[in-house]
């Protein structure tokens, strides 16, 4: 086998040698520049090729090391006007976010738990999922649930505060992750001192801020109506699913119930009739004239 393999290796030298002979008597090996130019050309392609790989290698770890999927997060950040920003999550969760706030989510939960981030404060009203819980990150803590109401407030590194509205919560620290506290309806827990402290707190003295003037940025008209139902004294129905489609963006201030069907009536160029205590809104066909 050795001779075999000394054979092979000789004439393969020899055949190169008689191909390369003939290429050049045909003026077709290329000049030393040339060669030396394909040569830097060569070498630079492979240099910056490995450099890609370390890269990709650097943000494997980088991922691996934080122990955070790779995960398309949307992020909304309200500034310094009074207004409580709703947004209705794919889940069905509904978030009012306070002025100078800042909360990221992905648009679609396809992990085991529906995890999110907040920094500021967020009155939080989840969708029941036992099999899926749904985890808030903030500065300080964890926050899970599995479907319930309640007011977080985060100060960044002086601490936070959550009250719970209804059901029940479970907050970690995460300077000691081995101090968990469960918080339930009427009580409310702060981090004094990376310590958790939890007080009784009755539920009106909270206040609802996250009432007095929400906005709806380019949101379905059947999450919206869904959080008006929910909130005030009101019994929007859409006549179909092709109504409910239509995004909006609008404002609530005080508004009473026919205020509300008025704007957005005219915003999307709907009708609305009230039927047994229900107000239906309905698409205006063309030639028909709006009630």
Not at 122 to 134: E, H, Q, R, T, V
Request: charged share 20%; proline share 2%; aromatic share 8%.
């Amino acid at each position: 086998m050795e001779e075999i393999k000394d054979y092979r290796q000789i004439h393969t030298h020899q055949a190169w040698d008689k191909l390369y002979a003939r290429l050049k008597a045909d003026d077709l090996v290329p000049a030393r520049e040339a060669r030396a130019k394909n040569n830097l050309v060569y070498y630079g392609l492979r240099i910056a090729a490995v450099a890609l790989i370390l890269l990709g290698i650097g943000s494997v770890v980088y991922i691996s090391m934080n122990g955070k999927p790779a995960v398309a997060m949307i992020s909304l950040n309200t500034g310094n006007e009074t207004n409580t920003l709703v947004k209705t999550l794919a889940d069905g969760s509904v978030i009012y976010l306070s002025q100078n706030s800042l909360f990221s989510f992905p648009v679609e939960f396809t992990a085991a738990s529906r995890n999110v981030e907040l920094k500021g404060e967020a009155f939080f009203d989840i969708a029941s999922n036992p099999g899926k819980p749904f985890i808030i990150e903030t500065d300080e803590a964890f926050i899970q649930v599995l479907g319930t109401a309640f007011n977080v407030k985060t100060k960044h590194s002086d601490g936070f505060e959550l009250c719970v509205e209804r059901g029940k919560v479970k907050v970690t620290l995460k300077s000691d992750p081995a101090h968990s506290e469960m918080v339930i309806a009427g009580e409310k827990i702060s981090a004094v001192n990376h310590s958790l402290v939890r007080s009784k707190y009755v539920a009106a003295a909270a206040g609802s801020w996250y009432k007095q003037r929400m906005r709806f940025k380019d949101e379905k008209l059947q999450n919206i109506i869904s959080v008006l139902n929910r909130n005030f004294n009101t019994n929007f129905v859409l006549a179909n699913n092709e109504t409910g489609n239509h995004k909006l963006t609008v404002t609530f201030e005080n508004e009473t119930a026919a205020t509300m069907t008025g704007l957005i009536c005219v915003a999307l160029n709907l009708k609305s009739q009230t039927i047994n205590g229900s107000v239906v809104l309905s698409e205006i066909r063309e030639g028909a004239k709006p009630d």
